[in-house]
């Protein structure tokens, strides 16, 4: 099967337009700077234990290892764990 250069050229620009046209929402998918895991009923995050200020490590979807944050800044918190 063969292509002309102009179906290939012509099938990279469509492409590429659908690629630039397509929504991003930044803010929307922005990552905590700060994020650890569960250990214990604590979040610990680098190599300091932060007590959890919403959520619980010990809850359902919590558990060592599990998933956390500092929402704001690492000093100040809040730290978000999983559970409930």
């Known amino acids: ?7 290939v050229l012509a099938i990279l620009a469509v492409g590429t337009t659908m690629v630039a046209a397509s929504p ?15 250990n214990g009923t604590s979040c610990k995050i680098g190599l300091i234990n ?3 200020t919403k959520g619980s490590c010990t ?3 919590g558990g060592d ?3 956390c ?8 918190g ?3 764990c999983p559970g409930a």
């Open 1 to 7: 099967m063969q292509f002309s250069l102009a179906t």
């Open 24 to 38: 991003t929402h930044h803010e929307e998918r922005k990552s905590p700077a700060f994020t650890g895991g569960c």
């Open 50 to 52: 932060y007590g959890c």
């Open 59 to 61: 809850g359902t979807g």
């Open 65 to 67: 290892g599990a998933y």
């Open 69 to 76: 944050y500092a929402q704001n800044s690492l000093a100040d």
């Open 78 to 80: 809040p730290y978000i």
